[in-house]
């Protein structure tokens, strides 16, 4: 597991994400599209021609393997691959977080790509959501791996606008607990607690800020 070195000044890190963020964006709706619509087979048929020829253009030129953790200089996370807060990855939402005093917020909205039980999110993307926070807030010193998480789901939790909170309540050497919920307009829906664990191998790693994707 190692973090790699993107040797870029801030502005240019800013200047790439203003490149990618449109392209996710409307990769992200073109799944909401794929998903919702009513057009007629020919036009279906058409359509994923064009797509593959897009895709194809994309796959001239890539990287061997996924995106890897990366960092700049000054610290800035780069994870722009991850899956929950890619800048380049359109399966994440994505999470935009805020560090707050007590821990980490954000406020997103789910739509048709993270449906589980009708109109809802899907139990998994809530857990996925929830591990991601929690492990945010625990790694304010150092990253720390999921070690065991625990997701209690009080009812189900709608599509649409939602906010999720984190922090952490406990930390003893290298293990942090850390707390975390997801809510809608009426409250919570789904509570989280984990244990959290910085490697030993992570000990030394830089203490990144990871909110900016
Ligand atoms: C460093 C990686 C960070 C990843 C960063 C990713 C992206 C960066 C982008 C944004 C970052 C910002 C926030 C996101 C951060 C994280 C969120 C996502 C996290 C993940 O998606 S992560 C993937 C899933 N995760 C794994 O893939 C873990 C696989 N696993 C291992 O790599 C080892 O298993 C490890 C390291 C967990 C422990 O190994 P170890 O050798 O350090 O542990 P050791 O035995 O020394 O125990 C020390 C103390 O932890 C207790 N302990 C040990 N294991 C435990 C467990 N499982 N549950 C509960 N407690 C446990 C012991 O009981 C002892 O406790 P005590 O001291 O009280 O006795």
């Known amino acids: 597991m190692q973090f790699i070195l993107e040797d870029i000044a ?17 990769v992200r709706d073109l799944v909401d599209a ?20 897009i895709v194809a253009d994309l796959r001239s030129e890539q990287m ?11 610290n800035t996370g780069m994870a722009w691959g991850n899956a929950v807060i890619g800048v380049r ?8 977080v805020e560090h707050v005093d007590d821990g980490v917020r954000c406020e997103f909205t789910l739509g048709a790509a993270y449906e ?13 959501l929830l591990d991601h926070l929690l492990g945010n807030a625990a790694s304010y010193e150092s990253a ?56 030993r191998s992570a000990l030394d790693a830089p203490p990144v800020r990871w909110s900016a994707g």
């Not at 794929?34 to 020829?53: F, K, N, P, S, W």
């Open 116 to 128: 589980g039980p009708p109109g809802c999110v899907h139990g998994g993307v809530c857990a996925m």
């Open 144 to 199: 720390c791996y999921t070690g065991t998480i625990t997701i209690r789901y009080l009812r189900p939790t709608r599509l649409g606008a939602l906010t999720a909170r984190a922090w952490v309540t406990e930390q003893t050497g290298r293990k942090r607990i850390a707390r975390g919920t997801i809510s809608d307009a009426e409250g919570v829906t789904c509570e989280a607690e984990g244990v959290f664990i910085v490697p």
């Open 34 to 53: 794929v998903i919702r619509t009513e057009v007629g087979e020919d036009a279906l048929a058409v359509a994923q021609r064009r797509i593959a020829e």
């Open 64 to 74: 061997d393997g996924p995106y890897g953790v990366r960092h700049t200089r000054e």
């Open 10 to 26: 801030e502005a240019e890190v800013e200047r790439r994400r203003g490149v990618y963020t449109p392209l996710t964006d409307t």
């Open 89 to 96: 990855n359109a399966l994440a939402p994505p999470l935009n």
